[in-house]
């Protein structure tokens, strides 16, 4: 209580502290904020905001953070005097309120993690926080006191005018105070995420720790692979290998001895999942998960998840040990292979290839996808889609301080990088074909078994990609992307195209870019 007094949490109806799930499951059906499905899980809404919403997302700028942060549209300043202004109104506006406390940890990693404090006013947003950070023992709680503070209070809206937001809804990280603010927006996804960004600050300059967007799995033989992408590649469904152990799906870092997960559960998309297609995710949403936006069948409390009427980001969070193969202690060793994961709608790039250190930190620091008809309200025609460091919204350095730690680290410890086009071969989308799953499962399991390593290689013009002549279980002749085209020439130039719109999106990036990340650059006037 000493802590909260010193926060200005004095004048509150109650706190209700490290509830269990159960515990927290009772408080949200009795105050109204879900019901239980038939499957045990707790069904929310979120409300008006069923997503992060990035252009409301700020950094407060001040001595500490002015020369640090790489500023611009991802990383907004806000004032710290709006901040501390803010800070006393979303306080006062608690009065009587009874509040929910959780503490916790971001990072499975004794030697590198946050201690957190998560203050909410609703009780299955702390149920949110107790899935998906790291969950202390009764011991480590006994003297716990936090490194970073999280308010989150959706019904607090703000004035823009008088507070400094862009409109009602804020997620603002103060790194000073340690503090941040979350308010008029009740999608759970900005508390994690904020803690996500606070780590991307930290950990690269401090401890020389590699923060990333990525999922994780491990071999029986203890091999760690990394899988980076953005929404729509593939990441969740080919990180989640029944063969292999998972040791998370969304946020790791990578220290001198290996990779640790962030998160203490898994924060999955739910649109169309069925056991068939995701079995793992499926067989984890049961009693202690939170499904988010969904419905049901009509006269029952089953869950339809092909129901998008709300939105098609449904979601559910649920504990890490919801998953039979999760790695216990949710950590892996140095990683022998990392895959870049792709949907080239255009259909140019390879089914898989081995990136060079300059062509991995280039392509990194792209995160390169497309989007496709029907992934996004007036999305009609494929549109090239390019995220910083596969996660640019929660990376607040430059992106290339990031691509340098990534290639010191696979030049030191010999680790292969893999591009994986899971787009579209023989043509652009409406014409060619989705490169099928097994086909591309095969490929990852080849380049996990070392069946790469003798296999000769071709080098593609335009891109330089170095392309496998063969893989075990994989039709040769779908490895060279310019093969599968009926139309040479109309190939050669929906490639230099792709290949312009990566220079003209890394113009912004030159200037901090060395000379190993720019020899990683595509070749337009390279013979096609």
């Not at 306080?91 to 909410?120: H, M, N, Q, T, W």
Request: include cysteine.
């Amino acid at each position: 209580m000493e802590d909260l007094i010193k926060l200005g949490l004095s004048n509150i109806k109650g706190v209700l502290w490290n509830l269990t799930t159960a515990e927290l499951v009772t408080e949200a059906v009795k105050n109204g904020e879900g019901v239980l499905a038939d499957n045990g899980a707790l069904m929310c809404d979120t409300g008006e905001f069923t997503g992060r919403s990035p252009n409301d997302r700020f950094i407060v700028k001040d001595d500490y953070t002015k020369d640090k942060v790489w500023w611009g549209d991802i990383n907004v300043a806000f004032d710290e005097q709006k901040f501390d202004q803010l800070y006393k109104k979303m306080v006062a506006s608690l009065g009587l309120k009874r509040l929910y406390i959780r503490d916790a940890f971001a990072g499975a990693d004794p030697d590198y993690r946050l201690k957190v404090r998560v203050i909410d006013t609703q009780a299955w947003h702390n149920l949110f926080c107790y899935n998906m950070f790291i969950r202390p023992s009764q011991q480590d709680l006994k003297d716990f006191h936090p490194d970073f503070t999280i308010l989150a209070i959706p019904e607090f809206k703000a004035d823009p005018e008088i507070d400094g937001t862009r409109q009602s809804n804020f997620a603002i990280i103060n790194l000073t105070r340690r503090i941040i603010l979350v308010g008029g927006t009740g999608y759970t996804g900005e508390t994690k995420k904020g803690i996500f960004s606070v780590l991307n600050f930290l950990l690269p300059e401090k401890a020389h720790v590699l923060s990333m967007h990525c999922s994780a799995n491990m071999g029986k033989d203890g091999d760690t692979a990394i899988f980076f992408g953005l929404s729509g590649t593939g990441k969740t469904t080919l990180s989640a290998d029944p063969g292999r152990n998972l040791i998370g799906d969304d946020e790791h870092g990578w220290t001198d001895s290996g990779i640790f997960n962030f998160e203490g559960g898994c924060y999955a998309k739910t649109i169309d999942l069925s056991p068939e297609k995701e079995p793992e995710i499926y067989q984890a949403i049961k009693f202690g998960a939170i499904l988010e936006n969904t419905r049901f069948f009509p006269g029952t409390t089953t869950v339809d998840y092909s129901n998008g009427e709300v939105t098609e980001n449904t979601r559910v969070s649920y504990p890490l040990y919801h998953i039979d193969n999760a790695v216990p202690d949710s950590r892996g060793g140095i990683p022998k292979n990392i895959f870049f994961l792709t949907a080239d709608a255009y259909g140019v790039l390879p089914p898989i290839s081995k990136l060079t250190t300059g062509q991995a930190m280039y392509h990194f620091i792209s995160g390169y996808t497309a989007k496709v008809a029907g992934t996004e309200t007036g999305i009609t025609e494929p549109q090239t889609v390019f995220s910083a460091c596969f996660g640019a919204p929660f990376m607040p350095l430059h992106p290339t301080k990031y691509a340098e730690l990534l290639g010191e680290k696979m030049e030191k410890h010999q680790v292969n990088i893999w591009l994986v086009n899971t787009g579209w071969s023989g043509g652009p989308y409406g014409v060619g074909a989705r490169i099928k799953l097994p086909f591309t499962r095969a490929m990852i399991s080849a380049a996990l078994e070392g069946r790469l390593e003798d296999v000769e290689y071709k080098q593609l013009p335009v891109f330089g990609l170095h392309i496998p002549e063969e893989v075990p279980g994989v039709p040769r002749e779908i490895l060279n992307p310019k093969d599968t085209w009926e139309d040479k020439q109309q190939y050669d130039a929906k490639a230099s195209e792709l290949a312009q719109a990566f220079i003209e999106n890394f113009k912004q990036f030159e200037e901090f870019a060395n000379e190993e990340i720019m020899q990683g650059a595509p070749m337009i006037s390279a013979p096609v």
